[in-house]
């Protein structure tokens, strides 16, 4: 990437696309400022408590990215916890002082000592997403010597003066855990653990109760869990249950059990403890049974509940159970369609829970859910400026039916006075990988398209993990077609009622989504008017034969291994670069960043070149590559919208609407 060659046709494909686009700029403009008028630029997160102190994160008008700072509290309550304090203000981390003079910002791990005086934080300015790890004193503001490379995970042990990190290796796999005392030389730091499976990759963490840290090495079918008491820094890890083939499982801690999230009864997990002294699968009692029909994705533990995160019929739930009773319910929420997930929960002895909500209609909004009483406090709702007014839109939850039955889930929003006599354009997307659900999401920046009389729709293929991991595996490796005939069923479904025609229907995916989409115009380009693919994963063959790339060999459990005759052929028979031939497509953006490292900028540039010398047909052909970003984007939020803006442009020029 560093070849003046290469960033010479990268700029000439840019410049290309400027050309083409260059009659939209006043729409772009237009859109920028509707985009940038619907937010607060000065606002306040919700605080959150973590010992002693209150921690939150605010903006600045004219400021690309967040200030973290933090507060005294006072001490908790058994009630809703206020989390106003009159105590001064602690900047934490500035990240516009940060990027100053840097064209890219991330923010990676954050943790603080259990005295809250260290925090340990990593910073990326390139976008491909090698942090370097750095600690600061927090009773001074001042940075401490140490300064650690390519680091992934961070966390403290209990002594305020230990910390385990792990790094990767030149594939960017977590591969290496250590242990660092503060001040000594970072050659004396002891390696802990190293991972030597390739398809492996470990992290770090700490159970809410502080008492356990867990070192986690997972591939995407298997895992192993070791633990060790926080207060015994130098003390000798114990695995919980060594690694089996197909064998997932996670790890918490209450009081003398461990809590124990498994596949091993089942592949939508179930739920075991285990007491500290026989931790091992020997002492589990399973006390929540694997559900075909619902997947148990995540557990939270607190002093006297436990929170377990669910999926049914492709939506999020949250159930709360109390520990003495062994009484539990669920937290209801009102729309057909939502997004809902715990929030920041620091504290173990709580008699709250905070959980996120949101939905196509619904702003973001922070909850405090009374574990006691059931009741729940409203603490925040992103504020859209300019009006809006949710009653003006409708949302609903629509099934397509696929080639062998099979119901596929729809989220759809479109303001309702919007016709649905197929004049509406409409905006399909997707992803279906990795187990992953499309998040229904609420986005101020979409009101554009809709309040222009779009319709956007999110179709939840098989491959993601909207229905547990039977929808997961029914995407997958030899099934991995599934995904697309599930897309083009949802594509006809809106078609066939009359939502949009197929001079009107714009499909959009991004990495794995963006094979998706490559995938389905190869397969039915005639359905669509456009297609935005984000940084796609469209050389699958060529990618997943090059082991030395960030992901491949971890992703044979995704994909296939292509040294195998049979995973070869399945995926050369959807491989988007691999099945371009001569035939029609519709107008394209292709989207890009130099420095990502998750899919490769070659990747789409060879694409978009080889469908230039194949394509039949004189639509437009858009290469845009961001010189300055990774697989996210433009970091700073001014820039990011700027980045929408154009893709909106795009779809608004296609559709024939330019104001």
């Not at 002594?159 to 792990?166: A, G, I, Q, S």
Request: net charge negative.
């Amino acid at each position: 990437k560093d070849d003046p060659e290469v960033l010479e046709y990268l700029q000439a494909e840019n410049a290309y696309a400027a050309a083409v686009m260059k009659p939209t700029e006043p729409l772009q403009e237009a859109l920028y400022q509707e985009m940038l008028g619907r937010i607060k630029q000065t606002d306040l997160s919700v605080p959150y408590r973590h010992g002693d102190f209150f921690y939150y994160s605010r903006t600045e008008e004219g400021k690309q990215y967040a200030i973290r700072c933090r507060r005294k509290a006072n001490p908790p309550g058994l009630e809703f916890d206020n989390p106003q304090s009159d105590a001064p203000e602690e900047v934490l981390i500035d990240g516009n002082e940060l990027a100053r003079e840097q064209k890219f910002f991330s923010l990676g791990a954050l943790s603080v000592s259990d005295d809250g005086n260290l925090l340990a934080y990593s910073t990326d300015f390139t976008g491909f997403r090698q942090y370097t790890l750095w600690i600061k004193d927090l009773r001074t503001g001042e940075l401490l010597a140490e300064k650690f490379e390519k680091t992934v995970s961070v966390e403290w042990a209990a002594d305020n003066r230990t910390l385990f990190y792990t790094v990767e290796d030149e594939a960017k796999r977590s591969y290496r855990m250590y242990r660092h005392a503060l001040g000594a030389e970072l050659s004396a730091d002891q390696l802990v653990y190293e991972e030597k499976d390739e398809r492996f990759r470990v992290g770090v963490s700490r159970s809410r109760s502080l008492y356990y840290l867990f070192l986690s090495s997972e591939s995407h079918t298997t895992s192993e869990v070791r633990y060790l008491r926080a207060a015994e820094p130098r003390g000798e890890w114990t695995v919980v249950a060594e690694r089996q083939p197909d064998h997932e499982y996670e790890v918490d801690h209450h009081g003398d059990h461990f809590y124990i999230r498994s596949n091993r009864t089942g592949r939508n997990f179930a739920l075991f403890t285990a007491p500290l002294a026989d931790a091992g699968p020997q002492g589990w009692t399973e006390i929540l049974a694997q559900r075909p029909a619902v997947m148990l994705t995540g557990i939270d533990m607190f002093a006297g509940h436990m929170v377990i995160s669910e999926r049914e019929d492709g939506l999020p739930q949250l159930r709360v159970t109390d520990l003495a009773s062994g009484e539990s319910h669920r937290v209801l929420f009102p729309e057909p369609a939502y997004s809902a997930s715990p929030g920041e929960n620091m504290e173990f002895e709580t008699a709250t829970f905070r959980f996120h909500y949101q939905s196509l209609v619904t702003p973001p909004s922070v909850f405090d859910y009374h574990l006691h009483s059931r009741d729940r406090l409203l603490r925040k709702q992103t504020e859209v400026l300019g009006g809006y007014d949710c009653e003006n839109y409708r949302s609903e939850r629509l099934h397509a039916t696929a080639a062998d039955g099979t119901r596929i889930p729809l989220s759809v929003v479109y303001r309702k006075d919007t016709p649905l006599d197929a004049t509406a354009p409409l905006l399909l997307s997707g992803y279906g990988a990795y187990g992953l659900s499309l998040p229904v999401s609420f986005s101020s920046a979409r009101l554009s398209l809709l309040d222009r009389g779009f319709v956007v729709a999110l179709a939840h293929v098989r491959g993601g993990g909207e229905l547990g991991k039977f929808w997961h595996d029914q995407g997958r490796m030899a099934a991995k077609r599934n995904t697309f005939t599930d897309f083009i069923a949802a594509a006809e479904f809106v078609l066939g009622r009359k939502y949009t025609a197929r001079d009107r229907l714009m499909i959009s995916g991004g990495s794995a989504g963006g094979l998706l989409i490559g995938a389905v115009l190869n397969l039915r380009p005639e359905l669509f008017r456009a297609a935005v693919l984000q940084v796609p994963f469209v050389d699958v063959l060529n990618s997943m034969l090059d082991s030395s790339l960030p992901l491949t060999v971890g992703e044979f459990e995704e994909w296939g291994d292509p040294r195998n005759a049979d995973a070869y052929a399945v995926m050369r028979s959807y491989c988007p670069y691999s099945n371009l031939a001569p035939r029609e497509y519709p107008a394209m953006l292709v989207k890009t960043s130099l420095n990502d490292s998750q899919v490769m900028y070659w990747e789409p540039a060879k694409y978009t070149a080889r469908l230039r010398t194949l394509k039949t047909d004189s639509n437009a052909l858009l290469f845009k590559t961001n010189l300055a970003a990774g697989h996210g984007g433009a970091s700073g939020r001014y820039d990011f919208l700027r980045e929408v803006a154009h893709d909106y442009a795009f779809l608004l020029l296609c559709a024939g609407i330019r104001a």
